[in-house]
């Protein structure tokens, strides 16, 4: 068996996007590809908090968390480079924008509306979807979020129907576009 390219990784990735768009899949495909830590904010808050999500957004409100997330995610991009998948809202704060660009690198994983709402229509665990009509606060959402996350710094539209072995590979050919972030070793 051939071993695949080794990479150097010199900044930390964070990937942003909607909820539904693949950040936590693919953010693991691509720790492992590149021999770097991964980490979910999400899950970081969770374990932080000793609650879910929806129970840090029920119990303390969407402010309380959104305060919880920008600590974590400041506490990750400290670290040495890896990859942090973040929740769908984190890219939307300006201050955590500001310490992406400072210490990491934004890659937006661009999906499209009719793949996200396949992905995520049969799951209860989106708080931001409890909602009389799932689809249309996804498509408002969709909408209100998007111009946001053209700010990332990098970006991959990702197809419908790719792999998670063919969208990791177009990350990982995004970010080779830049040698200050990601070279062959």
């Known amino acids: 068996m051939t071993e695949g390219p ?5 900044r930390t990735v964070v990937l942003v996007g909607m909820m539904g768009s693949g ?8 720790s492992a590809r590149l ?4 980490v979910d904010s999400d ?7 000793a609650a879910t999500i929806t129970e840090i957004f ?41 310490a992406i660009a400072e210490m990491g690198v934004a890659l937006w994983l661009n999906v499209d509306l009719e793949t996200l709402w396949r992905r995520v229509r049969q799951k209860d665990t989106r708080p931001l979807l409890r909602t009389l009509d799932p689809r249309a606060t996804l498509a408002r959402i969709y909408e209100e979020r998007t111009p946001v996350y053209a700010r990332a710094g990098l970006q991959l539209d990702v197809k419908g ?13 995004v970010l080779l576009t830049r040698p200050d972030i990601l070279e062959t070793a």
């Not at 899950?43 to 908090?49: H, L, P």
């Open 6 to 10: 080794v990479y150097d990784l010199h």
């Open 23 to 30: 950040k936590t899949v693919i953010g693991r495909a691509l």
């Open 35 to 38: 021999a770097v830590p991964f």
């Open 43 to 49: 899950a970081a808050i969770e374990e932080a908090a």
């Open 58 to 98: 029920e119990r303390d409100g969407e402010a309380f968390f959104r305060e919880r997330e920008a600590a974590v995610l400041r506490r990750l991009l400290s670290g040495a480079p890896g990859i942090v998948s973040t929740g769908g809202g984190a890219f939307l704060a300006p201050s955590n924008r500001a």
């Open 161 to 173: 129907d790719a792999s998670i072995d063919e969208t990791t590979q177009g990350v990982i050919d």
